[in-house]
C-alpha cells in the first residue's frame, strides 16, 4: 500500500535556526497539508496545499512557515527561525481528492527546539 | 464548524464491542460525520466517514440517527492493537481541513 514519508524522524535545533521538514506524499496525490501536535495536545491544522499554491492556512502558520512543492515528488515545511513553542510532532499528509475522508498521514517528524 | 463532544477516555476487554459516541448538535446540513484513529506516535488515519443512517466498513459501523446531532463509532470485537485515540470531525464535505478536538482515548485490556 501507497504511504507517505517524512524525514528527519527525529530533528534538535536551536532556537532561531531555520528547519526544512520534507515529505514525500502518495505518488498521484494532488493535495497536500501540513499538520502539527504539541505533546499530549490536539492535531493541528496548518496548512494545505494544491495546485503549486496555497489553499488555506491557520493563524498558526505565520510568517516564519513555508511550504514547497521543490520538484514532482517532494513537500517542504520550512520554519525560518525556529521559537521553543515549535516544539513538536509535524505531520504531513496528502490526498487524491478535497474532503475530510481521504487524507493519508505520514510517520511524522518529532522537532525539538532547545 | 460544528462542535464535538465525546468522552475523554474509556476501557474495554479484548474480544467487546466498543461504542463511542460524539455529540454535535449543532451539525449543519451539508456537513459530514469523519472519524479518524491515531496510535501513539504515528499520524491519524481514516477510519469511516458518514452523513446519515448507517455505514459499515471493514473495520467498524458508524450509526447516524436521523436527527443527526449526534454519531456512535462502533468497533467490533476489539483487540489490544485497536488501543488508540479515535476523533470524531464533523465538517462540510467539500472542506479538506481536518480540525481534531481532543478525541477519545480506547484502552482495551486483555
Known amino acids: 500500500e501507497p504511504e507517505v514519508t517524512q524525514t528527519p524522524s527525529h530533528q534538535v535545533t536551536q532556537m532561531g535556526q531555520e528547519v526544512i521538514l520534507r515529505c514525500v506524499p502518495i505518488?498521484?496525490?494532488?493535495?497536500f497539508y501540513w499538520y502539527r501536535q504539541i505533546l499530549g495536545q490536539k492535531v493541528e491544522f496548518l496548512v494545505s496545499?494544491?495546485?503549486?499554491?496555497?489553499?488555506?492556512k491557520s493563524e498558526i502558520f505565520d510568517d516564519q512557515f513555508s511550504v514547497e512543492r521543490p520538484d514532482g515528488s517532494n513537500f517542504t515545511l520550512k520554519i525560518r527561525s525556529t521559537k521553543l513553542e515549535d516544539s513538536a510532532m509535524y505531520f504531513c499528509?496528502?490526498?487524491?481528492?478535497?474532503?475530510?475522508?481521504?487524507?493519508?498521514f505520514g510517520p511524522g517528524t518529532r522537532l525539538l527546539v532547545l | 464548524l460544528a462542535k464535538t463532544t465525546q468522552p475523554i477516555s474509556m476501557d474495554s476487554y479484548e474480544g467487546q464491542e466498543v461504542n463511542i459516541t460524539c455529540s454535535h448538535n449543532?451539525?449543519?446540513?451539508?456537513?459530514?460525520i469523519t472519524w479518524y484513529q491515531q496510535f501513539p506516535s504515528q499520524g491519524p488515519r481514516f477510519i469511516i466517514q458518514?452523513?446519515?443512517t448507517k455505514v459499515t466498513n471493514e473495520v467498524a459501523s458508524l450509526f447516524i440517527p436521523a436527527d443527526r446531532k449526534s454519531s456512535t463509532l462502533s468497533l467490533p470485537r476489539v483487540s489490544l492493537s485497536d488501543t488508540a485515540v479515535y476523533y470524531c470531525?464533523?465538517?462540510?464535505?467539500?472542506?479538506?481541513?481536518?480540525?481534531f478536538g481532543t478525541g477519545t482515548r480506547l484502552q482495551v485490556f486483555p
Open positions: 499528509a496528502s490526498s487524491a481528492l478535497a474532503g475530510q475522508e481521504t487524507q493519508y
Open positions: 505518488s498521484n496525490h494532488l493535495y
Open positions: 496545499f494544491y495546485n503549486n499554491e496555497i489553499s488555506e
Open positions: 449543532n451539525i449543519a446540513t451539508n456537513d459530514y
Open positions: 458518514g452523513y446519515k
Open positions: 470531525l464533523v465538517a462540510p464535505g467539500d472542506t479538506d481541513k481536518l480540525i
